[in-house]
């Protein structure tokens, strides 16, 4: 598999786990060979699976908001999934499913080389952060592997509940400026911030002019609403815990 449309040929051909009975179409993902940033999502529900397409359902529709809320289109950006066919009845995949499905997850990541991996949701995340709960990871970059991750919680959970539609719109919001600081450090000749390569979190140096990671995603305080309910959980603005080996969190 050499490039994205021949992963996605083999995708709608094939036959690796159980889920390829019940599918309609396959989804192999879509999106230009030259993304800088992949969104990686669950798996497809009833419509993707109609159209054979990523996010075409209301959770499309808010992760196409979303977007437009920061300037770009999905035709700017590389939409993939976990699984490729769709689960029965939207069911969890399975890890055996997962797991027969990841070869083509982990090409299309090869072939596209993007700049910023945003995880949508637990499954997505727990690939890259696995052990971890979304609400306690999510809105933090980590780099794992050498690969930027920045998860946020799935589009289809901000269309359940208010609280998580605010907290993936001001995650979201940090994703404009990650890509700017992540175009300067991949230059190699940049003079500009640099994310270091070891030690537990971000520090800016004060040489740094332009905005830096900090800047960018720094953790804000919650505002008081008024009603402890509505407030988000206290797990979601906690530190998260050490980050394992082989991953490095960011800030
Ligand atoms: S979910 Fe993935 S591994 Fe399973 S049949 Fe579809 S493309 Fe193949």
């Known amino acids: 598999m050499d ?17 390829h009975a019940g599918r309609t179409n396959a989804v ?4 230009p060979d030259a993304a800088e940033l992949l969104f990686i999502g669950e798996g497809p529900g009833f419509h993707e699976d109609r159209q054979g397409r990523p ?8 992760l196409e908001d979303l977007l437009q809320s920061i300037g770009m289109t999905r035709d700017q950006v590389y939409i993939a999934n976990m699984v490729k066919c769709r689960p ?4 969890d995949p399975s890890p055996s499913e997962i797991a027969a499905c990841s070869k083509y997850l982990d090409r299309q990541i090869e072939l596209l080389d993007p700049l910023l ?18 609400s306690r990871v999510r809105g933090r970059l980590r780099r794992v592997n050498g690969r930027h991750i920045f ?16 907290a993936i719109e001001e995650d979201f919001a940090k994703i404009p400026g990650l890509l700017d600081v992540l175009r300067i450090q991949s ?27 900090w800047d960018v995603i720094a953790p804000t305080e919650p505002e008081s609403s008024g009603s402890e309910t ?3 959980a206290p797990a979601e603005l906690d530190e998260p815990n050490d980050p394992p080996p082989g991953q490095q969190r960011l800030f």
């Open 117 to 134: 991996i945003v995880t949508l949701g637990r499954f997505s995340t727990a690939r890259f952060i696995p052990g971890q709960s979304i």
């Open 230 to 232: 509505e407030a988000p």
């Open 88 to 91: 029965p009845e939207n069911r």
């Open 55 to 62: 996010f075409v359902g209301p959770a499309g529709n808010f």
């Open 187 to 213: 230059e190699p000749a940049s003079e500009g911030p640099q994310v270091r390569e070891t030690g537990a979190s971000f520090e800016p140096t004060p040489s740094q002019q332009s905005r830096s990671l």
């Open 28 to 31: 192999p993902g879509e999106g």
């Open 151 to 166: 998860p946020i919680m799935h589009p289809a959970a901000g269309l359940r509940r208010q609280e998580m539609r605010a």
């Open 3 to 19: 490039t994205l449309a021949e992963v996605a040929r083999v995708v709608s051909a094939c036959t690796d786990c159980q889920l």
